[in-house]
């Protein structure tokens, strides 16, 4: 079938990159949560977020923007305007990932709790279209495990109804579903009660369940990133390291900024 002359000349048009325009190399995974992910300061070693080894797992072109902020929940967060700031900075072609419970349930904190099957859901939406808004991915990605063992060495789930309500609403949403719980679930049953306690901040002077150390860290970034591959968030050409050791001294702690100057008077 031959063509027409304004056929050929707007294929030919659309062939030429726009003046001034460079494609797009990079893109940037925006992580909102709570401290389970949170960067860690000098002050808080050995206490280590997961996000701040995922980028051990990623290609260089795969950027991390760490969001996640202590004790927040997925209202809290919102509430805060901390939402907003990423929709602010976040591009076409970039990816949302949505980790909150440890927080939500907190029942007798009005500024952070949120009901599984109601406002749990509601306040994940916000995040699902606010990140559709602006062209970029949502990614919903269930709470990480607690370490909790019963007397017979069994691990056990802590997070009650939230991570099925974070999957039902992936489900509707069609919204790609990282279930870390369920990963990190059996990763502790497989490790033992033990064991664990070296993938948790257990020192000298505290026994932390809930937050991680560097090998834990690592342990659950690698299953964050082994979950974007296979939701096919990334392409295998842009994970690494996914069956390799990723040593704990990779991990660093940079100093505490500075406060903020209190407003003039």
Known sequence: MSLTRRQVTSAALAAVPLAGRSPRTS?????????????KYADAAPETGWAMALPFFLRKEVEVANHAVNGRSSKSFVDEGRLDAILAGIRTGDVLIVQFAHNDE?????????????????YLRRYVDGARSRGARPVLATPVE??????????????????????ALAGEERVPLLDVQALSLALWQRLGAEETKTYFNWTA????????????AIAVARLVAQELLRTRVLAR??????????????????????PAPAPAP
Do not use: C
């Open 237 to 258: 050409s842009g994970v690494v390291r996914l069956h390799e050791d990723v040593p704990a001294s990779w991990i660093t702690w940079p100093p505490a900024p500075a």
């Open 205 to 216: 002077t505290e026994q932390d369940n809930t937050h991680f150390n560097p090998p834990g």
């Open 27 to 39: 893109r940037t995974l925006h992580i909102a949560g709570d401290s389970t992910a949170a960067q």
């Open 146 to 167: 607690r370490r909790r063992f019963d007397a017979d060495g069994n691990a056990q789930p802590t997070h009650g109804d939230y991570p099925a309500a974070m999957r």
């Open 106 to 122: 907190k029942a007798t904190d009005p500024a952070r709790y949120t009901e599984p099957w109601t406002t749990y859901r509601q």
